[in-house]
């Protein structure tokens, strides 16, 4: 397998609901990022791993939490979600050096019922 | 704080008509600009990196430059295969947790249709 993989493509859960999203990259690289994207907004950076320690946490509610065992894996754990954080998820990572592009997963799509 | 503003939201356009898409952007401390194409239901696929003001990247028939305040995606005698939003991003140094990375700030996207 290359490039960035995500699992599922395709979650729907409940607000009472336990759930993770996983991410795998076959790229080599030593950073990795949780994006979300909402309809008709920007991509929104949720957080970011170097070296596997988290360094960016951008304002996220305690009902996500990420998880980075090591620089090819990243999780993201869903508890007591609300239907506003339905969206497309999105799992990049990057060999960490400014100037480096960003590799994407194809996303899950989760829906929040 | 970084801001990426793109133009036009939405972008319908005649096979073979030739156009343009703008990203104005304000960063400190700007390290790349980067431009994607993203599918219905996909993650955004990487087209081009630009780096410094009068660069210029092609690949087919898109062709990406840079100033110090905007870069534009030039798509000459498009195809409906070109069909996609069209996302830009700007890269700065930040630093964060004891640590330095690269931060990458995206516009809203342009959405651009070629009909046959």
């Known amino acids: 397998e290359t490039g960035v993989t995500q699992t599922p493509r395709h979650l729907v859960m409940g607000m009472t609901n336990k759930k993770s999203l996983k991410c795998e990259q076959h790229?080599?690289?030593?950073?990795m990022y949780w994006y979300k994207q909402s309809a008709k907004k920007p991509l929104e950076l949720m957080f970011v791993y170097s070296l596997e320690e988290r360094v960016e946490n951008n304002s996220v509610p305690s009902r996500f939490s990420p998880e980075c065992p090591n620089s090819s894996h990243l999780f993201l754990h869903l508890h007591t979600l609300q239907p506003e954080d339905s969206a497309l998820y999105l799992c990049?990572?990057?060999?960490?050096?400014?100037?480096?592009?960003?590799?994407f997963g194809q996303g899950t799509r989760l829906t929040v019922v | 704080e970084d801001q990426v503003t793109q133009s036009p939201e939405a972008l319908r356009l005649q096979e073979g008509e030739s156009s343009s898409l703008n990203c104005s952007y304000t960063?400190?401390?700007?390290?790349?600009l980067f431009w994607y194409r993203q599918d219905p239901g996909k993650g955004p696929e990487f087209l081009f990196t630009l780096y410094s003001a009068g660069e210029e990247k092609e690949k087919e028939r898109l062709k990406a430059t840079l100033t110090k305040k905007e870069s534009f995606l030039h798509i000459t005698a498009p195809k409906p295969e070109d069909s996609a939003t069209y996302l830009c991003?700007?890269?700065?140094?930040?630093?964060?947790?004891?640590?330095?990375?690269?931060?990458?700030?995206f516009g809203q996207g342009t959405i651009l249709t070629v009909h046959p």
């Open positions: 990049a990572s990057s060999q960490e050096g400014v100037g480096t592009e960003a590799f």
């Open positions: 960063v400190s401390g700007l390290r790349g």
């Open positions: 790229l080599g690289h030593n950073a």
């Open positions: 991003a700007v890269q700065a140094l930040r630093y964060a947790g004891g640590t330095s990375y690269g931060k990458l700030t």
